[in-house]
């Protein structure tokens, strides 16, 4: 049936193929077991991984967001079948783009986040690596690790994720970007703002060694105040 | 035979140094001497003693009391190793966090004597680089990916920009603290390591069983204090059989979560090689896995040797060293220690951009 397979990308978890079916292009996601994982982690994760993305995927899609369509899955066997999205990720792209594009960039990606929060959808592995830049828009991919909660803790950890991401790998334009981030994201996302700006300060100061004041001046904010 | 090692990094003078480097953040005080000399780094001593409670934990006064104790006979013992006196040593370092308070100023004490004494340059040393700093010596790695656990940190970390980047991190306790604190609630720890084995290894052979226990990954950010309560719950009551299965479980459960986000830190940060260092790193099991791990990749894969893995005087001095060749010393009286100090703080002009 399939026209073309071709070896397409490793991920942490996953072999991904590009295959054409049908004059279309798909991406084959397949889960692999790991030789220093014990079996009963293999399955479990591998199950309920597959099931979890395509799920919030299809959930993604249908609100209008930028994501890869979830077109088959086969839960026991690990495998999703997506829509081939074209483009490069945002962490190939985002130190050598211009000021102005940047902006336009982070605040899209702020935007997408704040609508997915708004629909008590958390990625749980936000990162640029997780994104596809592909005609002007922001796709944002990998949701293995995703879940649906109303903890707006889940919400800060994502954007604890992705700052803690910016500043390792992209320390020159971390502040900048994640501002732009923000600045969309309080925009677009529809509970209070607040709580989740403050958890993602103390999850932030939840680090080993973080300096003391810091820790207690944020955690003061959320007993005593 | 002296054990030379080739530095990984440029170094900017021709002649001959020799430092001398003072480790004590926890439960070990240690002396080291290394000699630099065309471009090798040469292990002349590495003498270090650790205070093991006899019971409970680490009790922070207790340990800086052993330290102090041992501070001049392990000094004399390094000194004489290497066939060296005091006047000889070119530069003097000292762990200035991150770390418990007390146990840290005897290091910084000792360290600012000696260098106002005899009027060397002194050097302060963060802990945890020191760590990454010998294991990339040892290994000889360029440009690792590099996994530190220990019992006070559970990082991983790569070097980026002239500084080294946190790609994950804990976000409440240690693995080693973990294990520790699990071994000493149920009763088989201390002492915590017997003949190079942690308590939770030897408990985890009484049984091959394996029970599901809560597994918390945060994209590279894990979570092990739900695990310790969860597995503490488990083994009330559980028999000898039962905890057994409780540690085997335990043990799985906390490294999969670790290679899990080492894997992931490997793929977004593309790099070619893996390095393990801290205490945990003489874990058998953890380095079989990050060796699959590595295997599964095609990259090499390297942990430091038990005698650097663990906290050490060798470390110290020659990441001061480094430091001392890049320009950094500070005066005595500025010679602080810094409990709260995180490996992202600082700028290390050695790293390659």
């Known amino acids: ?196 700006r403050k958890r993602f300060l103390e999850v932030r100061v939840r680090g080993r060694y973080v300096d003391r004041e810091l820790r207690k001046t944020v955690m003061r904010d959320r007993y005593v105040s | 035979m002296p054990l030379l090692y080739k530095v990984p990094y440029k170094i900017p003078v021709d002649r001959e140094l020799v430092s001398l480097g003072f480790e004590s953040t926890s439960h070990t005080f240690g002396v080291g001497i290394v000699r630099l000399r065309k471009g090798f780094a040469e292990v002349l001593a590495n003498v270090n003693s650790q205070y093991k409670p006899l019971k409970g934990g680490l009790h922070p006064r207790e340990a800086a009391l052993h330290h102090m104790e041992k501070a001049y006979p392990l000094l004399k013992q390094a000194l004489r190793e290497a066939g060296l006196s005091l006047s000889d040593v070119s530069v003097v370092s000292y762990s200035m966090g991150p770390g418990l308070g007390p146990c840290l100023r005897v290091s910084a ?18 802990h945890a680089v020191a760590h990454i700093e010998v294991g990339r010596l040892f290994s000889g790695l ?53 003949d190079g084995k942690h308590a939770v290894d030897i408990c985890a052979e009484w049984s091959q069983e394996f029970i599901p226990l809560p597994y918390t990954v945060k994209g590279s950010d894990l979570s092990f204090s739900g695990l310790l309560t969860a597995a503490l719950q488990k083994a009330r009551g559980a028999g000898k059989e039962g905890l057994g299965a409780v540690c085997n479980s335990l043990r799985e459960t906390a490294f999969n979560m670790l290679v899990e986000v080492a894997e992931r830190s490997l793929l977004l940060t593309g790099k070619k090689s893996i390095l393990l260092v801290g205490g945990v790193a003489s874990n058998t099991v953890l380095k079989w896995k990050l060796e699959k791990l590595a295997e599964t990749h ?56």
């Open chain 1, 1 to 196: 049936m399939a026209e073309r397979v071709a070896y397409f990308n490793r991920g942490a978890e996953a072999v991904l193929y590009r295959v054409r079916i049908l004059g279309s292009d798909l991406i084959v996601k397949k889960r692999l077991d790991k030789p220093y994982r014990h079996e009963a982690f293999n399955k479990v994760f591998k199950e309920y991984r597959t099931r979890v993305e395509a799920r919030i995927l299809s959930h993604l899609r249908s609100l209008g967001l930028n994501v890869p369509a979830p077109l088959i899955v086969d839960v026991s066997k690990g495998i999703l079948v997506l829509e081939y999205v074209e483009g490069t990720p945002l962490s190939r792209l985002v130190d050598s783009m211009s000021r102005e594009e940047r902006g336009r960039v982070a605040g899209e990606f702020g935007r997408q986040v704040a609508v997915m929060h708004s629909n008590r959808i958390y990625h749980g592995d936000l990162t640029l690596a997780n994104t596809i830049y592909s005609g002007g828009e922001v796709y944002i991919i990998d949701f293995g690790l995703a879940g649906y909660s109303d903890d707006v803790e889940e919400y800060a950890i994502d954007l604890h994720l992705l700052y803690r991401n910016l500043q390792a790998m992209h320390p020159g334009i971390a502040e900048e970007f994640m501002n732009q981030f923000l600045e969309n994201y309080r925009q677009w996302y529809s509970g209070v703002f607040e709580d989740v």
């Open chain 2, 109 to 126: 004490s000792v360290a600012r004597f000696i260098a106002s004494y005899y009027g060397k340059p002194l050097v302060p040393v963060n």
């Open chain 2, 142 to 194: 360029e440009d690792p990916l590099v996994i530190y656990v220990s019992g006070g940190n559970t990082m991983i970390v790569a070097a980026r920009d002239r500084g080294y980047r946190v790609l994950g991190e804990t976000l409440d306790i240690p693995l080693g603290n973990l294990l520790d604190t699990f071994a000493r609630e149920v009763g088989i720890a201390p002492p915590y390591v017997v």
């Open chain 2, 298 to 353: 095609g990259i090499p894969y390297y942990g430091t040797p038990p005698e650097v893995a663990g906290d050490n005087g060798l470390m110290i001095s020659y990441t001061g060293l480094l430091m001392y060749l890049h320009g950094v010393s500070v005066e005595p009286e500025k010679a602080l220690v810094k409990q709260r100090l995180r490996l992202d703080e600082g700028d290390y002009p050695w790293l390659r951009e």
